[in-house]
């Protein structure tokens, strides 16, 4: 499976911005997928996942109630909505995929090259 990520940007805290995660390969459907994000100088941490049907989700503790992940299998797309962002949202955000949910890199065995999200003050 590729992934790759698009819909960073500069944006405001408090604004919006949705990020996209597109893949390549008939067996999308079968995995979950995780959106992870990166500041400078941090280690990589979990954001969201979706699992392969869509039903189940989870979120960090951080991101719960301002963004949300969603999927379209026969798109093989991953989205991450993200709202009400503030200065600490800023990182890279990488999409990954993995057979079964994990909240740690670790459990993903592919990566997109990720996205930069900026949130001024």
């Known amino acids: 499976v590729q992934l790759q990520a698009s819909g960073g940007g500069l944006v405001q805290a408090g604004d919006s911005l949705r990020l996209s995660c597109a893949a390549s390969?008939?067996?999308?459907?079968?995995?979950?997928m995780g959106w992870f994000r990166q500041a400078p100088g941090k280690e990589r941490e979990f954001v969201a996942d979706?699992?392969?049907?869509?039903?189940?989700?989870y979120y960090a503790d951080s991101v719960k109630g301002r963004f949300f992940i969603s999927r379209d299998n026969p798109k093989n797309t991953v989205y991450l909505q993200m709202n009400s962002l503030k200065p600490e949202d800023t990182a890279v955000y990488y999409c990954?995929?993995?057979?079964?949910?994990?909240?740690?890199?670790?459990?993903?065995?592919?990566w997109g090259q990720g996205t930069q999200v900026t949130v001024s003050s």
């Open positions: 990954a995929a993995g057979r079964l949910y994990s909240g740690s890199a670790g459990g993903y065995d592919y």
């Open positions: 390969g008939r067996t999308f459907s079968y995995y979950h």
């Open positions: 979706i699992s392969s049907s869509g039903v189940s989700t």
